[in-house]
């Protein structure tokens, strides 16, 4: 089946800075591929997603890239707030199995 | 309002005393699923539903059982809880031809 490995775990950075996180996935016809966050103790909700016919996507501060060829993808946000602080989790799935599997969450800490 | 709810959102028992755990949804979906959220283990599908009386296996869902009577509703059945099914469980779902999965708020359950 499907495995997503997730990289960081954890990650701070400055406000203003920018944040990667980076995704692998292992199945090459996983065809969809969401990002969501999550606040503390708050259901994960979605932010972006991608397609496998796109190879990035950009809304307002958030993007996602993917690269087919390597099998990975990243988010990428862009002058980051304190309100940015959450975990944030990746996710591929592939028509036939219409279930996404998740990668394990990075915990992204925005310093004042 | 689309929603998705769950209850209790909060449990604590003890082990062997069967427990349900219920899910509704308001918004027509087709697709529903369980997931639990462990530290470090991002969210896992316990098992999922893609319309009524059609359900099958994630990939945790040992211990755990489902059922879909109605489309809106997809309840959790623990027959015999053990202390290793303490986790916080979302319900999901998705509309048929829509990638997008709304969560519901999340149980805590601690089985003691």
């Known amino acids: 089946g499907e495995n997503v490995e997730q990289h960081p775990s954890t990650l701070s950075v400055q406000e203003g800075d920018s944040a990667v996180i980076k995704c692998t996935y292992s199945?090459?016809?996983?065809?969809?591929f969401p990002w969501y966050k999550q606040e503390l103790g708050k259901r994960p909700q979605l932010i972006i997603d991608?397609?496998?016919?796109?190879g990035e996507k950009k809304d307002q501060r958030i993007a996602v890239t993917l690269n087919k060829t390597a099998k990975h993808f990243s988010l990428h946000i862009t002058e980051t707030q304190p309100e940015d602080s959450a975990v944030y989790f990746c996710?591929?799935?592939?028509?036939?199995?219409?279930?996404?599997?998740f990668g394990s969450g990075t915990r992204l800490q925005v310093q004042p | 309002e689309a929603q998705v709810t769950q209850n209790p959102r909060y449990l604590i028992t003890v082990t062997g005393k069967k427990l349900t755990v219920t899910c509704s949804q308001n918004?027509?979906?087709?697709?529903m699923s369980w997931y639990r959220q462990d530290p470090g283990l991002g969210l896992r599908q316990i098992y999922y539903?893609?319309?009524?009386?059609?359900?099958d296996k994630g990939d945790v869902p040992e211990g755990y059982k489902v059922s879909r009577k109605e489309k809106r509703n997809f309840p959790l059945i623990l027959e015999s809880p053990s202390p290793n099914q303490t986790s916080l469980y979302f319900c999901?779902?998705?509309?048929?031809?829509?990638?997008?999965?709304?969560f519901g708020p999340g149980t805590r359950l601690t089985v003691l």
């Open positions: 539903s893609m319309n009524v009386e059609v359900t």
């Open positions: 199945d090459s016809a996983s065809n969809y």
């Open positions: 918004m027509n979906h087709e697709y």
């Open positions: 996710a591929a799935r592939y028509t036939g199995r219409r279930a996404l599997t």
């Open positions: 991608i397609r496998s016919n796109v």
């Open positions: 999901a779902s998705r509309g048929s031809g829509h990638n997008e999965q709304f």
